[in-house]
């Protein structure tokens, strides 16, 4: 079993910056990959970023890429999400999610957090 806790977002001007962190518990192997997904209201969930846990493989979502970083402290069992440059487009509940073969597609990921609103005012 894995638990994860997101923490982190909160309301934030266009062009700010916010950082999510994803605490885990529970047994995370080196082959793990730790995704972020978001939900705005009316739509389905999307992927954000993924890493895996030994830090081998990174991914964005084209719609992402230059402005969020996706980062492990395996220390402190914690996947941070650096989003800069926040358009009010990127408001949506950010999810941290868990699986040890999934990447991109949410319905693959066995393990979830509550979630974490992120809203971004224009």
């Known amino acids: 079993q894995v638990q994860l806790v997101e923490s982190g977002g909160g309301l934030v001007q266009a062009g700010g910056s916010l950082r999510l962190s994803c605490a885990a518990s529970g047994r995370i192997f080196d082959n793990y990959v730790l995704g972020w997904f978001r939900q705005a209201p009316g739509l389905e969930r999307e992927f954000v970023a993924a890493i895996r846990w030994n830090g081998y493989n990174i991914g964005y979502a084209d719609f992402v890429k230059g402005r969020f970083t996706i980062s492990r402290d395996n220390a402190k069992n914690t996947v941070y999400l650096q989003m800069n440059t926040l358009k009010p487009e990127d408001t949506a509940v950010y999810y941290c999610?868990?699986?040890?073969?999934?990447?991109?597609?949410?319905?693959?990921?066995?393990?979830w957090g509550q979630g974490t609103q992120v809203t971004v005012s224009s």
């Open positions: 999610a868990a699986d040890s073969a999934a990447w991109s597609v949410a319905k693959n990921y066995d393990y």
